[in-house]
């Protein structure tokens, strides 16, 4: 896919200095909302990297999304094709299946918006944090990456 090329895109500094805290608290069992360990194979070396990740489940379905892009459990997930999703030490084996543009789309107006605006504050935090404004789902898709999370049979 042409969306997908280039190097590995980068976080921003306060997801980087977060993510290590918050992986140690739901690795102790702290539960936080949304957020999960997601175990993925690496692309290269094959060994298992755990990250903290929003799993967000509407519907009886599952997506986890990257506001920035191409980084790398985005590029382990797009390899490996499935994951392991961990919480409080209950493990569950996933497959992934990456969204088009067409897709991503839809997710950020029909899925997205619809389970931020249920929250308080949930547009001003993705906004603030991930730096998407849901109001422009076409910008959000455009950058974004979105894995579908399906069960293994």
């Not at 993925?40 to 799993?55: N, Q």
């Amino acid at each position: 896919m042409a969306d997908q090329m280039g190097s590995a895109a980068h976080v921003p500094a306060h997801v980087s200095y977060l993510s290590p805290f918050l992986k140690f608290l739901m690795t102790a069992g702290v539960p936080l909302g949304l957020n999960r360990i997601v175990t993925i194979r690496g692309r290269k070396t094959g060994i298992p990297r755990a990250v903290a990740l929003a799993v967000l489940e509407v519907s009886g379905r599952r997506w986890v999304w990257a506001p920035w892009g191409d980084v790398n459990w985005v590029r382990n997930l797009r390899a490996a094709g499935r994951a392991t999703i961990t919480v409080r030490r209950r493990q569950e084996d996933v497959t992934a299946t990456e969204l088009d543009l067409a897709q991503r789309v839809a997710f950020f107006s029909d899925v997205v918006a619809p389970f931020a605006r249920s929250l308080p504050l949930g547009f001003w935090f993705i906004r603030v944090m991930d730096g998407v404004d849901l109001n422009h789902p076409a910008d959000a898709a455009e950058g974004g990456r979105v894995f579908e999370l399906h069960p293994m049979r």
